[in-house]
């Protein structure tokens, strides 16, 4: 089985051996190390990008290869990065909440402890109750079976519905589209008990590794992002390949056909959709600690319509490219952004990057639609096989 | 006649007393007051100025009030404008004039609060000034702040005034004034139930302020006139709160005055004999607490029980501060008439509200229903084309300061421009991708991010004014209640217009033939003789032309700025989804479901917007659940994707 | 792919904006921390500006400590989580002194806990909720003492108000303050049912509801006044919806804390003369030291430029920090920090700024009546207030104080006598 599995997807193995190389030449030229040629920054940086690589293929998986234009996984995403900070929040307040208190004569009551850690976190949005959400914030473990779970039931829900209706092409794209804009308005606002607009912040904190300095955190969080793409890269491969692959495809080529062929599209579709949904939401987890901060602005529609700008960039229907795609257009546009690129004098007017970027990013992704469909995959295939 | 002659006699003793005294000698003796004036304090002055009879005490308090008053470094006051670095001064007793530099003199500056004392204070001198403006402020001043000694005045200037306007309103405030403050209770009846049928604010304030009542509680039976009992059973700790603060009940230990006493009362690590470490729950503290409070230690704690029993000792009552039983009686009665006549004026306010929002919506979607609804291209960048039509109207205003003048040429311009836009993206990009629906949804966000940042660019990110002109300044007032402004109400205008446009085009030219035509069957309508590329691209470049116009207008009664289309796009794709692909009838139908469902969800959660666009959208995603075609679903053939 | 990266590190590590070369041994750093694109690029560009030209100004006049100083821009493009990203790399790969930046609250922080975990030193310009006092920030804008609480009782004494509507965006800042507003209110006598509470989304268009609601209020004849923390474009549509309204000054005050002579300048004020709005700057102050801080920078920016509240805040920041470095004689942050407590420094509004040991400012409050030129015609300004970084108003932050210098803690518990924590919450 895994022969064959391996045998009809050399790329695999390709991809494996390329991230393996990179994540060791990251890691040994980073301060941990002692070389530092990498700053902390921008291994952080490299991590934060692997983990949009995995979601970018999750977002293949449902677009390249289902055929399902979803502009709601970066929601997935956030949902994640919320489940996983709630805990990473709760922790290092309570450790701060019970040093302070244990200075007092009196011990401290159950409920004291949690007013004041309460207080603590909420005490910036002007409030100190623990909303009903955060009923599990002190259980690392259930906080991470909801990175899984919500984001799957999220997604369970809501393509059940959507598809049991026969929902399809843009009309679901635009419902996913105020799906998201419903998650990302409703955290908005303070009352829903995640602190609106200020989001989780201090995630870069791991309680209980206060000693541990950010250096090495953040090589922990690069290659356990990198060893999640990877995982996610083979499963996703495995996935596609099969039989299953197959019907999936079809469903993406002629939906109607597919159904009269006796297969229940639906279940497949519902599938896919919950189980890119489910790995968006582990990336999300390993995001947000190496973000530092998570809020509602990150879910805003417009995330998740990089998304698939990301994907297309790289190349549809193809892991690899949606990898390309996630890696390339993320660091050129800090790049870009940061001021890296050299400003271009044409003499009477100077092109500043940093304002100048979006336009080139914009018209570049409308070449990239017209020209080259198949993006930048495509090309490395032209290269690599044979033209059929 | 004999007005006039108490004017003439008024106007004669002042000018006695001018020669008495100056005004400039009188307002030295208040230098202070008149340099750096305070509400809190200015009213000695008010009230010397209005008893001095000084002939330009009018002049001086107006030109205070306008800021006109300047002060010299020796301080003397004058009147004087600024010209230049220059100050033209006026001499506050004599006139005369003369030119000095600013540099020397610093501006007084009353603030909201002493200008209303002003305007008061001057009311006397101008309500019956020939001036209209004069009198009209005059009756403003004391609709803000009634006075019962404004009642005799004012109803004496009512029967001279020549402006039927300002003679109507002077009767109206004259009924206010009597409501509240006549001097027989039978004229007081009469004031207030002639208010019976009148929303406006003025009038409900005079009801609710005759009706004033303040809490009290006693252990007999309270004494006045009692609006009502109240049940301190609904909220058992807010009531004896209440008797707490009248001092009639000793006060609830709180959690951390327990803390606080148990803290205080520590003996070799044990509080009333329980070791420290066991005080860790609330019951071991209360117990520890109760221990202590049986040494007499502590005060002690008053339990629910304590509670109860003192609250039934009591009673809570409200008693209000007009001390007439039959006056309240009828302000009661005229009250409720009132409040069910207000509630059904704002229900008849929010029908408006969400008429507007809906218009707004329907005009930002109204183009996307003709590219998509009717084309079938996701046009991401619809949003961009509203703000190039925004942008359009503050580029002519630059060139054309003319505000009417220029909104005229900015709605063409408008719509020219995003035509042109239109058709050369419908040209260079959109054309190709036809048979790739999902692809174009790309394509055009690409060139929506890529314009966003052009026009931030070139505009700044600084929100542009784009003002309207003075004709749609105002709002219609059917009521204080029910009040909708004017731009609103074009906008209303604007989109039924559009509608009607569309529709005839759609329906009744040889253009919406073809347009219908290439979009049931392109290739069919080729071989007719139909030219579907140019169908096409006349298609596109109208409904982009038309989110140019909506551009302009909701411009002018929201905000220019780079980021104005992303605001309105996903709305607009939701209101031609739930309208109904493919029908302008739709779009109408979607526009006004979400316009009304918005507001109503504000009405039912008005302190939180964001909650009702939050579950506005989860409506909308349950409606396409179940009906996935839209309000007006499309059917036969073009129903199919 | 794996080979591309080396050049990648090479070109980010080296391509950062630098303005002025320093031929100093040791080169001063300032980082500039401010989004240039993204939507509160509208706000922070100037500021931007505004740093640079502070700089420029420095090294004409010598720079510090005998070196030039270099500005290092970045840009976080409002993107919060950026600024925590961008503040490493600035002081990390940068190697900056110091940071001047953020303007939301939630972009500080996100920039806090790196700043404390690498012990940074940032200055922050903008008026702020309070509740924070971190060791590696100083908070030169407004906390709510210095600019809610005064404005609310201007409202209260001088126009005699008697029922509020406190108008927010639905963010940190308006609910916190509007939290202490609510307390402090009621301590004041306001009843609860006298003060009206609603929020409102960013960029928030339609107004036309609310405005009625406001005026809605007036029917039980109290005098009537609004509390806006409405944020940045938000206030446009506002505005515009109360000039149709024809609410006018004299009936229904309204106050702002965010609408500033920049915001004033996407409007039409003709019929907002006399609304109100409270600062610790405008650029109408009638001083000397402020003529010649517009002249410098219209010639620096553009003629048609204003100035604000945040801009006087940096360049008072900047200059104390600038005296402190001199005092301390070096750059490194514990020294420059001790030595910036007492510094004094002149307002462009007259009277003289105090650093004080919570890190915050004593400044004075001025109240602007806004003029149909989009300006702000000053009608009362107090003598300096300290900031108090802990309300008094709320019961579990009036118990908090910081004291930096002597307790060294920023968050010390009064009652307990203890200090709660010496991170901050973020």
Redesign the interface.
């Known amino acids: 089985m895994k022969n064959t599995f391996i045998a009809q997807n050399p790329s695999v193995l390709w991809f494996l051996l390329a991230l393996g190389l990179f994540s060791i030449g990251v890691t040994a030229l980073s301060e941990v190390s002692g070389v530092g040629v990498i700053s902390t920054s921008f291994v952080k940086v490299l991590g934060k990008m692997l983990c949009l690589c995995l979601i970018a293929i999750a977002m293949d998986v449902v677009w390249g290869y289902c055929g399902i234009l979803s502009l709601g996984h970066f929601a997935f995403f956030g949902i994640g990065g919320y489940a996983v900070g709630m805990w990473l929040m709760y922790a290092r307040t309570e450790g701060i909440v019970l040093e302070s208190l244990s200075t007092q004569v009196i011990p401290p009551t159950p409920q004291e402890i949690s007013d004041a850690i309460g207080n603590q976190i909420f005490g910036v949005v002007g409030s100190s109750d623990f909303p009903m959400i955060w009923s599990f914030a002190d259980s690392l473990f259930l906080q991470l079976l909801m990175v899984v779970l919500i984001p799957g039931l999220l997604a369970l829900v809501f393509g059940w519905l959507a598809f049991r209706s026969r929902v399809t092409g843009v009309y679901l794209s635009i419902l996913t589209q105020a799906m998201t804009l419903a998650l990302s308005l409703y955290l908005f606002q303070n009352d829903s008990g995640l602190r609106g607009n200020n989001g989780l912040s201090g995630l870069q904190n791991i309680p209980g590794f206060e000693a541990t300095s950010q250096a090495t955190l953040s090589i922990a969080f690069f290659l356990a992002s990198s060893f999640a793409l990877a995982a996610g890269y083979v499963f996703f491969a495995w996935v596609v390949s099969g039989k299953m692959g197959s019907v999936v495809k079809g469903i993406r080529d002629n939906e109607a056909r597919v159904r009269f062929l006796g297969y229940h599209v639906e279940s497949y579709k519902l599938f896919v959709f919950t189980i890119t949904a489910i790995v968006s939401g582990i990336a999300g987890a390993l995001y947000y600690p190496q973000a530092g901060i998570i809020n509602p602005g990150e879910i805003a529609p417009i995330a998740s319509i990089y998304l698939a700008v990301w994907v297309a960039i790289g190349g549809r229907g193809r892991l690899y490219g949606a990898v390309i795609g996630a890696a390339l257009v993320s660091l050129l546009s800090s790049w870009f952004t940061g001021g890296g690129a050299p400003n271009i004098n044409l003499g009477f007017y100077t092109v500043n990057w940093t304002d100048w970027w979006l336009v080139l990013l914009g018209f570049s992704f409308v070449a990239v639609t017209l020209f080259f469909p198949k993006g930048i995959g495509g090309l490395f295939d032209y290269l690599v096989r044979k033209p059929q | 006649m004999r007005q006039l002659f108490l004017a003439v006699i008024l106007c004669l003793t002042s000018a006695m007393a001018a020669q008495a005294q100056e005004l400039q000698s009188l307002l030295q003796t208040h230098v202070d007051e008149v340099a750096k004036p305070s509400r809190t304090s200015v009213s000695v002055l008010l009230e010397d100025l209005a008893g001095s009879g000084l002939p330009g005490v009018a002049d001086f308090l107006e030109n205070w009030s306008d800021k006109n008053i300047w002060q010299r470094d020796d301080g003397v006051f004058f009147i004087a404008t600024p010209q230049g670095d220059d100050l033209a001064l006026v001499d506050i007793d004599s006139g005369a004039q003369s030119f000095a530099p600013q540099s020397r003199f610093q501006q007084t500056k009353p603030n909201g609060g002493v200008r209303r004392l002003i305007g008061t204070a001057l009311v006397q001198f101008q309500l019956s000034d020939p001036d209209p403006a004069r009198r009209a402020s005059a009756i403003a001043s004391i609709a803000r702040k009634p006075e019962a000694a404004q009642l005799a005045p004012l109803l004496a200037a009512i029967k001279d005034d020549p402006d039927a306007a300002l003679k109507a309103r002077k009767i109206q405030v004259a009924n206010f004034l009597s409501a509240r403050f006549a001097p027989d209770p039978g004229d007081r009846i009469a004031a207030i139930n002639s208010l019976s049928k009148d929303t406006s604010v003025e009038a409900r304030s005079v009801l609710n302020q005759i009706l004033e009542a303040s809490e009290g509680v006693s252990a007999t039976p309270p004494e006045g006139n009692i609006a009502r009992i109240l049940d301190p059973a609904q909220d058992p700790d807010g009531f004896y709160a209440k008797l707490v603060a009248a001092g009639m009940a000793p006060a609830r230990i709180s959690p951390a005055e327990v803390r606080a006493a148990l803290e205080a009362n520590i003996v070799a690590g044990k509080v009333a004999s329980i070791p420290l470490g066991q005080l860790d729950s609330d019951d071991a503290r209360l117990r520890a607490y109760t221990l202590l409070s049986e040494e007499g230690l502590v005060p002690p704690l008053v339990t629910d029980e304590d509670r109860d029993n003192a609250l039934n000792a009591h009673v809570f009552f409200e008693r209000y501060a007009e001390p007439d039983p039959a006056i309240t009686k009828a302000a009661e009665a005229t009250r409720q008439a009132v409040e069910q006549r207000v509630a059904w004026a704002q229900g008849g306010d929010l029908v408006l509200d969400g008429l507007s929002l809906a218009s707004i919506y329907f005009l930002a979607a109204i183009g996307l229903a003709i590219t998509f609804g009717v084309m079938g291209v996701i046009n991401m960048a619809h949003g961009e084309f509203i703000m190039m039509g925004a942008y359009t109207g503050y580029v002519v205003q630059l060139f054309v300061p003319d505000y009417t003048l220029s909104i005229i040429v900015a709605l063409p311009l408008a719509f020219a421009v995003t035509f042109g836009a239109g058709v050369a993206m419908e040209r260079l990009v959109i054309r190709h991708l036809y048979h790739r629906p999902l692809e174009t949804l790309l394509a055009t966000f690409g060139i929506s991010i890529a314009l966003q940042q052009l026009a931030k660019n070139i505009f700044g990110t600084q929100a542009r004014p784009l003002t309207s002109p003075d004709w749609l300044g105002g709002a219609w007032m059917i009521s204080d209640v029910i009040s909708i402004s004017y731009i609103r109400i074009a906008i209303f205008v604007l989109a039924l217009m559009f509608l009607a446009l569309i529709l005839y085009v759609l329906k009744r030219t040889r253009l919406g033939l073809e347009v219908r035509a290439v979009t049931q069957n392109p290739g069919m309508a080729a071989s007719m003789g139909i030219n579907p590329d140019r169908i096409n691209m006349l298609t596109f470049g109208f409904g982009s032309g038309i989110a140019g116009i909506a551009g302009v207008a909701i411009g002018l009664y929201a905000k220019v700025t780079s980021e104005m289309g992303a605001d309105y796009i996903v709305q607009s794709f939701m209101t031609v989804v739930v309208g109904g692909v493919g029908n302008v009838w739709g779009t109408l139908a979607g526009a006004s479901m979400i316009g009304g469902l918005q507001k109503g969800i504000e009405w039912l959660n008005p302190s939180n917007t964001l909650a009702a666009q939050t579950y506005m959208i989860l409506f909308i995603i349950l409606f396409i659940q179940f009906r996935p075609k839209g309000i007006v679903a499309p059917k036969g053939r073009a129903a199919a994707d | 792919?794996?080979l591309k990266?080396?050049s990648?590190?090479a070109?980010?590590?080296m391509?950062?904006?630098t303005l002025a070369s320093a031929e100093c041994a040791d080169p001063v750093k300032v980082g500039v921390l401010h989004s240039?694109?993204g939507?509160m690029?509208?706000s922070e560009?100037t500021l931007k500006d505004t740093m640079l030209m502070l700089v420029e100004k420095q090294n004409a006049a010598g720079g510090v400590l005998g070196c030039q100083i270099e500005a290092v821009?970045?840009?976080p493009?409002s993107?919060?989580?950026l600024f925590?990203?961008?503040a490493?790399?600035l002081l990390?790969?940068n190697e900056v002194d110091v940071i001047f930046g953020s303007w939301t609250?939630?972009s500080r922080?996100?920039a806090?806990?790196?700043l404390e975990?690498l012990n940074g030193l940032m200055f922050y310009p903008v008026q702020y909720?309070g509740?924070?006092s971190s060791r590696n920030v100083f908070y030169t804008g407004a906390a709510p003492n210095q600019q809610a609480i005064p404005a609310v009782d201007?409202f209260l004494?001088?126009?005699?108000v008697e029922k509020f509507a406190l108008l927010g965006t639905?963010?940190?800042y308006p609910?916190?303050t509007?939290?202490i507003l609510e307390q402090y209110l009621q301590d004041k006598g306001i009843a609860a049912e006298d003060i009206?509470?609603?929020?409102?989304?960013?960029?928030?268009?339609?107004w036309?509801?609310?405005v009625?609601?406001v005026?809605?209020l007036?029917?039980?004849?109290?005098q009537v006044g609004v509390i806006s923390t409405i944020n940045g474009?938000a206030n446009?549509?506002f505005y515009?919806?109360l000039?149709?309204?024809?609410i006018s000054?004299?009936?229904i005050?309204v106050v702002a804390f965010s609408v500033g002579e920049?915001?004033l300048?996407?409007?039409?004020t003709t019929?907002l003369v006399?609304h109100?709005a409270a600062w610790n700057y405008f650029q109408s102050a009638d001083t000397p030291a402020n003529a010649e801080f517009i002249a410098e920078w219209k010639a620096f920016a553009g003629e048609d430029r204003v100035t604000n509240d945040p801009m006087e805040a940096h360049y008072i920041g900047f200059n104390m920090w600038v005296n402190a470095v001199e005092a301390a004689g070096t750059t490194d942050v514990d020294a420059v920090r001790t030595a910036m407590y007492g510094q004094e420094f002149p307002n462009l509004t007259g009277g003289t700024a105090v650093m004080l040991p919570n890190h915050h400012l004593a400044k004075p409050v001025l109240i602007g009546?806004i003029t149909a030129d989009g300006q702000f015609?000053?009608?009362?300004q107090t003598a300096e207030v300290p900031g108090d970084a802990w309300t008094d108003f709320l019961p579990?932050?009036a118990v908090l104080m910081s004291d930096w210098k002597d307790l060294g803690c920023g968050m010390y518990n009064t009652e307990?006598k203890?200090?709660?924590?010496l991170?901050s919450?973020?």
């Open positions: 792919m794996t990266f080396p990648f590190i070109v980010a590590l391509g950062t904006t240039l694109s939507t690029a509208i560009t821009v970045v840009d493009a993107d919060w989580p925590a990203e961008k490493r790399e990390t790969v609250s939630v922080k996100s806090l806990p790196v975990e909720e509740e924070e201007y004494e001088e126009l005699g639905d963010y940190v609910r916190t509007n939290n009206f509470v609603n929020y409102t989304p960013f960029g928030h268009s339609d036309a509801t609310i009625a609601e005026v809605a007036d029917a039980d004849g109290k474009d446009i549509g515009k919806e000039a149709a309204a024809d000054a004299d009936d005050p920049e915001e300048s996407g409007l039409d019929n006399g109100l009546e015609d000053i009608i009362s579990a932050s307990t203890t200090c709660v924590q991170t919450n973020y």
